[in-house]
């Protein structure tokens, strides 16, 4: 099993390459007066968001040591920290608590989610200056820890931005439990989720959130977890809100039918720029994006953001 495999079947997750070795830059290297000891020598931190901006984000990440044992804290604090060009010595911009969340049904997985602000853009490396890293402080086992990792923040995102108009992706619909099965992986799918196509919600007045995931194909035991949350959700808010599942692949049930865990992606994915699934949006009434959760989100998320369009 090679590392990649094995973070996967640690964090639960389907990991960016690009995110990870983002991650490992310079997660085993120490800082010039360390102020914790590291863990077996080496540790690090790694990333599961791949959309990082200028602003305020949310950042999903888990740690490990290099044993590839992975490490649940109680308390973790995490510093954003910049790196000028022609600067030795990093400038620490914002730092805020990080939260560890269970995936349901993941048998102990989850992941820390923190918010941190990031004044302005860097993709350089720490051979190149200006760029960002992320320090995240925890206590384990009783021993004061650190773990830290480089981390790209780009000025604008490939993703649809908040506050800007979603695409009017036309998506596909189902009525029967045959078309429902050539549309989406879910073993028991929601009829209502595939009720209305992107286009046709977000111009019908009505907020919507639309969830972007494969439940049968997807690597972790994520993708699944979060479209039965947002089922969930819909029986308190349907009169109000439009719920739509949209399948990351084209022609699902071929690709099960082969055993597959991948295909050609379709057109919805690419055109609201997503590199990464799952994805959870909340549309408001004006077709605007009021809110985004990459990778994983909780039920009281949702239910927030969800709050802030209906009221």
Not at 149 to 170: F, L, M, R, T, Y
Not at 183 to 210: C, H, W
Request: proline share 5%.
């Amino acid at each position: 099993m090679n590392w990649l495999t094995k973070l996967r079947k640690l964090t639960g997750i389907r990991l960016s390459l690009t995110v990870i070795c983002a991650g490992l830059v310079i997660g085993a290297c120490a800082p010039a007066n360390p102020p914790m000891q590291e863990i077996n020598g080496i540790s690090m931190i790694v990333a599961t968001t791949s959309d990082v901006t200028v602003g305020k984000n949310r950042i999903g990440f888990s740690l490990f040591n290099f044993e590839g044992e992975a490490i649940v804290a109680k308390e973790v604090t995490v510093e954003a920290i910049f790196y000028a060009p022609n600067e030795k010595e990093g400038v620490i911009k914002d730092s805020a608590p990080a939260y560890w969340m269970s995936i349901p049904g993941g048998a102990g997985k989850g992941l820390y989610i923190t918010n941190l602000q990031f004044d302005v853009s860097g993709s350089g490396t720490q051979q190149n200056p200006n760029y960002w890293e992320l320090v995240a402080s925890f206590t384990y086992e009783q021993e004061n820890l650190w773990s830290k990792a480089a981390i790209v923040v780009a000025d604008e995102s490939p993703v649809v931005a908040i506050g800007n108009e979603v695409p009017k992706s036309q998506t596909l619909t189902a009525d029967t439990p045959e078309e429902l099965e050539r549309i989406s992986t879910d073993i028991n799918p929601d009829p209502d989720l595939y009720q209305l196509s992107i286009d046709e919600a977000v111009i019908n007045g009505k907020p919507t959130v639309i969830v972007f995931a494969t439940p049968a194909l997807c690597v972790s035991q994520v993708c699944g977890p979060i479209v039965d949350m947002v089922s969930n959700i819909k029986m308190k808010y349907e009169e109000r809100l439009d719920f739509i599942h949209i399948e990351v692949f084209e022609n699902p049930k071929a690709l099960m039918d082969q055993g597959r865990f991948s295909g050609q992606q379709v057109e919805a994915v690419k055109e609201w720029g997503l590199v990464t699934e799952p994805w959870v949006f909340i549309v408001d009434r004006n077709g605007l994006l009021s809110a985004k959760f990459e990778i994983f989100v909780t039920e009281a998320e949702i239910i927030s953001a969800i709050e802030t369009v209906v009221n």
